[in-house]
C-alpha cells in the first residue's frame, strides 16, 4: 500500500525509535504506539478492508479500533494487532492488513506462563473512576488488585490533558498507581486485559510482558501471563467507547474518532490532519476540537446536529474564531482514497457545501463498556441520557463506576470511583475509613443535552452502500436494510445475517449503532430491541497464552510402563490408549506392520510370545462386605470365587449395557483384585466410589487404585509353561496343581511374583506381576528365555480370533453382554446386580438388536476396514458395521468382527460391505473363529 | 467457572469437581418389582427446571466425595451444599 506523502512530524520529543511498515523506513518516539508514529510519519492508509478492500485509516486510539489492523513481524509473526494498541519499539516491522492475518508457519519459542490469584478486590480500569476505587478500598486495608490494559495508569485522563489535584492527569493517576504499589496487598498490573468474567467472580485477564521490548524482551520472561482471579467483589471501572453515525463515506482515512485525536495531539504530540472538520452530537468534541486548534490544527467548522450546545463550548470556539455550524450534518467524507472534503448540509434538508479538510472528527456520543459486565451475567438498561446501554440489575458482586455506568464528567468518575471502592469494602467485611477529600479538577462547563443521531440520510436518490455500520466487516446501513427486509427482526438474527459484531473489535464501536440502526429500520426504540449479547474474551488472546505451560509433553501426562525403556531399545513402535504408552509391534529388520504381527502371532499360537499387560486398571477391593459389593457391580457371581481363583466379569449401566470387564482375583475373604481395560481404570474406580457413597454407604468397603503398583508380562503360547516352569522352580506349574482360572504366589527370576493363569489369547497363557520396580528385571529375564515379544496389535488379533471384545471398540454404550454372545456372564441367581431389571425391558429382548459376529470376507486376502456398514446384497439398509478387522496368522485369511442386526441368525449368510461404489462380500460367522470349543487355553 | 463449596474441603473450583445429575434419584428398593415403565422412568428421565435443581457433585479431583448442591440453573447461585443422605433443604 501507498502512503500518501505528507510531512513528517520530526519536531516531536522522546527518544527516537526506528521501524519499517509495508517495506518503508520511519521513525517514531518512545511512547508512540504504531497508530501514533504511522500518523506522525504522514502514512494515513494503513489496511484495506476485508470484504470490500477498501483503503481504511487510523480511526481510533485505542482497543476499539476496527480499521487499522497490521501484523507484527518480528521478533514473532503475531497477525491482526489494532495499530492503536502496538507499542512500538526500536526494530519493529509490522504490514498492514487487508483483513485478515496470517498465522506463523514455525513454532512460537516465546514462554507463556499463568498465576493464579486471589483478592478481596479487582478493579478493573485504571482511569479515575477505577484509581480512586482501588485507592480507597487499599486504604482500607484489602487485598486489591488493579489491572489495566494500557501501558500506564491514567485511562481517559492521557488522552485529556486534563488535569487533577493541580497536577497533569497522566502525572497524577501515575503517582496514585505508585501509592498503590506501596501497599503490601495491592497489585497493579498494567499492560493487563481482562477478558472474561465468569461465575462467582472468576475473571480471567491476560498481561502482556514483553511485547513492548522487542528484541531486547529478556529470554526467561514470559512473554504472556494468563491471570485466573477470584475476587470477592469486582468493581469495572472499564470506561466509555465514543461511537459514530452512518453517512456516506464514513469508513475514508481520515474519518476518525474526536476523543482519538485528542489524544493523538495530547497524549502523543501528534497532529493526526491539517484542517478538520468536526461532526458531532454532543459536548465531548469541542474540548477535542479546542485542543486540536491549540495544536496547530485548523478547525474548518464545528458541524453539530444539536440546535443548542453547550453555552461555554460555544463562547470558547467564538472566541477563537471556530465556526460552529449547528442543526447540520455530515452528509458525506469526499475523497479518493482519503478525506479531502467534507459535505455539509442543514439536517432539515437544503443545498449541501463542500469544505475542504483532511481530518474528519466524528462523535456520536460515548458507550460504556458493559462487556464484562454483562458477562458476568448483568443485565443492561437503555439510558435516555446517553443514549446508550448502561448496567442494571446484578446477581453477582459487582458494580460499575465512572463513565462505565454513563458518569459524563471527570468529577464524577473520581467520586463514582471512590463510593464504589468504599462500598466494595463494607461489602468485602473491612472497616471502611472516613472519606478522604475529592481530588480537585479544572472547572467543568455545564452540558448541554447530547442528541442521538444514529444515520444521516443519503442526498436524494442515492443508496446507503457507503453508510458504514461495522467497519472491520464492511457492513453498511444498507446491508442492515436488507436483514429487515428479508423479514429479521430480532438483533442476533440481524448480527448473524450480515456479520455486523462478529469480528474481532466485537463491535466496540459498531455494536450499539448496529442495534440503532436495526430498530430505526423496524420502526421500533432500541430500548426495547437491545443489543447483541456480550461474550468473552473482551479482547483477542492468543491460544498460546491460554496454553501457557501446557505445550508439547506437558499438555497431557504420558505415562509408561517400568519396561517402557526395553521396548524403545528394542525398535518398538507405540501406540496411545488413554495417556499410555504401549508397544503396538516389535518390527524386526526388513518388516512392515503386517509381516510383524504375522510373525508375533505366529510366535503366540505356535510357540511363546510375552506381552507388557501392565497398563491394565488394577483396583484393590478391600473390607468385610468386598464380595457382597462386587456382586451388585458385576453380572456374574463374585462372592462364590474360592480364595486363589479368579473369574471373568462385565460390569454394565443400570440400562444394562457393558460398560466394563475384566478378571477379579480373590486374594483373601475380604480382599480382591479387580482388573479393568486400560482406558477404563479410572472410570470404574469412580463408578465404585459413586456406588458406595451415593447408594450403598453401609458397605464396609474400601477400593484403591493399585495400577502403578503393579508390573505385569503376559506369557502366552504352547510353550509357557515350560518357559514359566524353567523361571519359577518353585512353581508346580502342571495343569492339576495350577488349573486355569487360578494364582499362585511364587519367585520368577528370583523376583517375588504372583502368577495368575488366564488368558486374552485362547493360548496356554500366565499373566506374571512383580512389584513395579521389578517390571524391568523380570521383562529382561523372560525374554532372555527366548520368548518373542509382541505388541497390542498383535493381542489385538488373538483376541479377535477369539471373539473376545475390547470394550469402547467393539461396544459403544448400546451393547448388552447377551449381544456380545455372553448371556453365560449373567448371573440368573443373583436377586439383582447393576442391570439386571434392563434385561427384562423389552428393547433389550428384540430379535434384531446388534449382535457381535464374525465376517470373513470372501476374497481372504481382502481387509475390511474398520467403521465400514454391511448391508444385504442389493439392499441398502445399514445392518451394522465393522469393529474389529485384521489378518489372522492362525486363520490364514483376514477376517472381521462386527455388530450386525439380528447377527446370529444371519451365521451362514452372505453380507455385502459397503465401501463406496465398491461392495465387497463377506459371510457372516461366528464370533469365535478360533479353537471354539478352548482346548488350547485350558490344557 | 463456579465456586463451590465442597462440605468436606471448602470453597474450590469447578475444575476439581464432576457433575453428577439430578439428585434424590435412588436406586429403586427392588427393580424386579418395578413395571418397565416405572423402571423407565428411573432410567430415562430426569427433571430440568429453570431455577433451584437439587444435583449431584463429586469433588473428584479433591477429596473424591460425592455431595448434593443446590443450585439455581438460571443464575448459578448455589443455594445450599450437603451431604449425601440428608434431606433436601428447603429454599424458600
Ligand atoms: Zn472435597
Known sequence: MTATERPVQADRPGEVLRFRFDGRDYEGRSGDTLAAALLASGVRRVATSVKLGRPRGIFSAGVEEPNALVQVETPFPEPMLPATTVELYDG???????????????????????????????????????????????????????????????????????????????????????????????RVLCRTTVFGHYDDNYVVAVERRTNHLGAAAPATMARERIWRIRARRVVLATGAHERFPAFAGNDLPGVMLAGAARAYVNQYGVRPGRRAVVFTTNDSAYPAALDLAGAGIEIAAIVDVRRAPGEEWARRCAERDIEVRTGHVVRAAVGDGEVAAVSIASEAGGQAREVPADLLLVSGGWTPVVHLFSQAGGALRFDEEIGAFVPGEIRQAVEAAGSARGVPTLSGCLRDGAEAGRRALAAAGFAVPDPAPPPAVEHEPEAAPARHLWLVPPADGADHREHFVDLQRDVTVADVLRATGAGLRSVEHVKRYTTAGTAHDQGRTSGLLTSAITAHALGVDVADLGVTTFRAPYAPVSFAALAGRDRGSLHDPVRVTAMHDRHVDSGALFENVGQWKRPWYYPREGEDMAAAVLRECRAAREDVAMMDASTLGKIDVIGPDAAEFLDRLYTNMMSTLAVGSIRYGVMCRPDGMVFDDGTVIRLADDRFLVTTTTGNAAAVLDWMEEWLQTEWPSLRVHCTSVTEQWATVALVGPRSREVLAGLAPGLAVGNPSFPFMTWRDTEVAGIPARVCRISFSGELAYEINVRSWYGLALWEAVEAAGVTPYGTETMHVLRAEKGYPIIGQDTDGTVTPQDLGMAWVVSKKKPDFIGKRSFGRADTARPDRKQLVGLLPEDTGRLLPEGVHLVEPGGTRPLGHVTSSYRSAALGRTFALALISGGRERIGARLHAAMGAETVPVTVAHHVLYDPEGARRDG | MLLIPCPWCGPRDEIEFHYGGQAHVAYPDDPAALSDEEWARYLFFRDNPKGPFAERWSHSAGCRRWFNVVRDTATNEIHAVYRIGEPRPVIA
Open chain 1, 92 to 186: 519493529l516491522v509490522a504490514t498492514g492488513l487487508p483483513g485478515k492475518g496470517r498465522l506463523a508457519d514455525r513454532p512460537d519459542p516465546a514462554r507463556y506462563d499463568s498465576v493464579h490469584a486471589h483478592c478481596d478486590v479487582l478493579v478493573v480500569g485504571a482511569g479515575p473512576a477505577g484509581l480512586m476505587a482501588a485507592a480507597e478500598a487499599a486504604r482500607g486495608g484489602a487485598r486489591v488488585i488493579l489491572a489495566d490494559e494500557r501501558p500506564e495508569p491514567g485511562g481517559s485522563l492521557l488522552g485529556t490533558a486534563e488535569t487533577v489535584d493541580g497536577l497533569p492527569g497522566r502525572r497524577w493517576a501515575a503517582e496514585r498507581a505508585a501509592e498503590l504499589g506501596g501497599f503490601d496487598d495491592v
